[in-house]
């Protein structure tokens, strides 16, 4: 097994070569939101108020989803305390951020940066990682729908991209919820129940035809733009049993525009490096990672990180590789024999007898 360090291993390493500055909070990033917000409001003011046709409606929703991919993703900078450091204020400002995405502050906290930072790849305790195949195996429905043709999952997995954030922010609403102090829940609740009330209220301000480009089509495309990146940060990367970013991370590469609307949210690995830091410095973390350990580090152009997941599949089998059981092929994950550029499966019968018991 490869050595495995910390987050925090890392950082202390790269820490003492960056500026001062790159630890404190950017509330210019604040400007980027507030534009995003009045693109909102102007594109959904547009649409209710002007009998525009199809297509233009059409060209709005567009800018408006991408507009509350964008806020979501100042929404996760400022959660994490790098914008704004007051607590009331970030709670506030991410909220605002989150309320399209019908996301809760206090639940986005206690499940992204409390667990799920805490806790990367781990197979039990990532609310965030992929299944293994023997919790498949245990499931009737899971090995009915991995019976299915691989590229009609594919084919769905990637179709789900358009809806999976919102659903998967809801479960987690119901997992975490219990865990909130009994004072606490409330307030969740309310950041739960808030957003949902207002977008539903709207259907019936402006009619369902209109709420459909206002906020459903949005919200469809939000998401497809949102998990695009969340989808590739990990699920192409082994689970490990020491959070360790340069082994169950990936960042991707966009065009620099894009980096500049999305926050800088490519970078991912070096978010997981330093998630209380601005991603504004984080292409300088990413010169340091590349200079002190450019075998390890897990980078590819984001297109080429959803060709592979598309090729791949979305079980773990014994953590470093991925199965497909209708086929019995095994792929390997980042650092663990995948070659994005080429993949090629290997048939479970290669394993050893040995290797076939402990699977």
């Known amino acids: 097994m490869k050595e495995l ?4 291993w890392y950082a202390s390493k790269i820490s003492p070569h960056l500026p001062k500055k790159a630890f404190k909070p950017v509330p210019a990033r604040l400007l980027g939101g507030l534009a995003y917000l009045i693109i909102t409001i102007g594109s959904m003011v547009a649409i209710g108020l002007f009998n525009l046709p199809f297509i233009v409606n059409l060209g709005l929703s567009l800018i408006i989803g991408a507009s509350f991919a964008s806020l979501g993703f100042l929404g996760h ?10 607590a009331w204020l970030r709670n506030f ?6 309320w399209p995405l ?3 502050p206090k639940l986005w906290r206690k499940w992204h940066n409390m667990t799920h930072h805490v806790h990367t790849q781990d197979e039990e305790n990532d609310p965030d990682t992929w299944l293994t195949k023997d919790k498949v195996d245990k499931s009737s429905v899971l090995r009915f729908i991995y019976r299915l043709p691989f590229s009609v999952r594919a084919f769905f997995e990637f179709l ?12 987690m609403f119901f997992i975490y919820v219990k865990e909130f102090k009994p004072k606490k829940q409330w307030s969740v609740w309310m950041q739960f129940i808030l957003p949902w009330a207002t977008w539903i209220g709207l259907m019936f301000f402006v009619g369902l035809t209109t709420w459909m480009f206002i906020f459903f089509v949005p919200l469809l495309i939000a998401n497809a733009i949102v998990m695009g990146y969340i989808s590739t940060n990990h699920r192409l990367n082994p689970q490990v049993p020491v959070n360790d970013p340069l082994a169950n991370s990936l960042s991707v590469t966009v065009p620099k525009w894009v980096d500049v609307l999305h926050f800088n949210f490519s970078y ?16 300088m973390v990413k010169d340091h990672i590349k200079k002190n350990w450019p075998h390890l580090y897990h980078e590819m152009p984001m297109s080429s990180a959803l060709k592979a997941l598309w090729k791949t599949p979305r079980i773990y089998y014994k953590g470093k590789e991925l ?6 092929m095994v792929y390997g994950s980042l650092g663990y024999g995948l070659d994005y550029e080429e993949i090629e499966p290997r048939s479970r019968m290669e394993d050893t007898p040995t290797d076939k018991k402990k699977a």
Do not use: A, N
């Open 5 to 8: 360090h910390s987050f925090g």
């Open 77 to 86: 900078e400022i959660l994490h305390g790098t914008v704004v450091r007051k």
């Open 93 to 98: 400002l991410g909220g605002i951020c989150f």
């Open 102 to 104: 019908v996301t809760g």
């Open 160 to 171: 789900s991209l358009t809806f999976t954030f919102t659903l998967h922010s809801t479960r």
């Open 268 to 283: 991912h690995t070096e978010h997981h490096l330093f998630p209380s830091m601005s991603s504004k410095y984080y292409p």
């Open 323 to 328: 199965i497909d059981p209708r086929d019995d």
